[in-house]
């Protein structure tokens, strides 16, 4: 009997160190990012390209040989959108339509991956090119390689799950932050994926309140503050929560940089902007680097 329960106890040892090992290997490990954009840091990218570059003479939007074109000068991170195919292929592309952006027309969604590829990009002065609408497979193996960043934009056609699935399945989670535009998206990414790092809409004191309230941890918020220059209280208070605060100047702060001087950009990340999204990233970047 006594010999039974040396056996059985030394079983028991192993299983419980089996299992505790099976746990630890099962843990989802967070992605890189949450530690590097950290305002107590200075080391990430202070400049986010919108679209991926826009108003680039034969570079268009949203296409992969713009991201390695603005990536050759300049250290950013990128916005993309993210649409889906007809036949459920994920693609970088903001519109409903295909309309402005290619050589073609239709919806995205009631066109297969094959369709879309006959078609070729046009910059934004309608010039067009020979490059096509990337999978999004691609532009994540190829940030993979190259130590890309992207700000993920999903299209309202499109689920989370999918895209962050996409994400995973390209082993990219250290090179992708989800964007969302209000709580209830907040909430379902990071229900999602919690080791991803969000682009939290956080405008005001009022919704960052509410990202609190929703038990959001602070650790996967990056903020972006809107396209109005926040109070430099509330910039502060982001910071004092350790929280990265990212402006979008593209539109009418872009527009006033270019007509009144690109030291504008460095007086905004004076009073608190640690990222600059612009649709200027070469005139934003020389500013305040």
């Known amino acids: 009997m006594k010999y039974f329960l040396l056996i059985f106890a030394f079983c028991t040892?192993?299983?419980c160190k089996q299992s505790t090992e099976s746990t630890k290997s099962s843990e989802v490990q967070p992605s890189k990012l949450i530690a590097l954009f950290k305002a107590s840091n200075s080391g990430y990218p202070n400049i986010?390209?919108?679209?991926?570059?826009?108003g680039l003479v034969n570079y268009p939007e949203?296409?992969?040989?713009?991201?390695?074109?603005?990536n050759d000068s300049i250290v950013a991170v990128y916005e993309v959108d993210v649409a889906q195919t007809?036949?459920?292929?994920?693609?970088?592309?903001h519109d409903k339509t295909i309309d402005r952006t290619t050589t073609g027309s239709g919806n995205v969604d009631e066109l297969t991956y094959d369709e879309l590829k006959q078609f070729n990009l046009v910059d934004d002065y309608g010039n067009e090119t020979t490059f096509k609408i990337p999978l999004f497979s691609d532009v994540?193996?190829?940030?993979?390689?190259?130590n890309v960043i992207l700000t993920v934009d999903i299209k309202k056609t499109v689920s989370q799950k999918v895209v962050i699935d996409a994400i995973k399945a390209a082993k990219a989670e250290d090179h992708s932050i989800i964007i969302t535009y209000d709580v209830e998206q907040a909430v379902s990414a990071y229900q999602l994926a919690p080791q991803l790092l969000l682009s939290v809409s956080a405008r005001n004191n009022d919704e960052f309140e509410r990202l609190l309230d929703a038990k959001i941890p602070t650790e996967n918020m990056l903020a972006f503050t809107g396209t109005r220059l926040s109070e430099d209280a509330f910039f502060k208070r982001l910071h004092d929560n350790n929280i990265v605060c990212m402006l979008g100047t593209l539109g009418n702060l872009d527009k006033s940089a270019a007509?009144?001087?690109?030291?504008?950009?460095?007086q905004w990340k004076e009073k608190g902007v640690d990222i600059i999204a612009t649709d200027?990233?070469?005139?934003?970047?020389k500013a305040i680097n």
Not at 62 to 70: A, D, F, H, I, S
Not at 86 to 93: A, E, N, P, R, T
Not at 140 to 146: A, E, N, P, S, T
Not at 259 to 266: P, S, T
């Open 13 to 15: 040892l192993i299983s």
């Open 48 to 54: 986010s390209v919108h679209r991926g570059g826009k």
């Open 62 to 70: 949203n296409g992969l040989e713009t991201l390695k074109y603005v």
């Open 86 to 93: 007809k036949d459920g292929h994920l693609v970088l592309l």
């Open 140 to 146: 994540l193996d190829w940030c993979v390689k190259h």
């Open 259 to 266: 007509a009144k001087g690109d030291e504008l950009y460095r």
């Open 280 to 285: 200027r990233p070469f005139e934003a970047s």
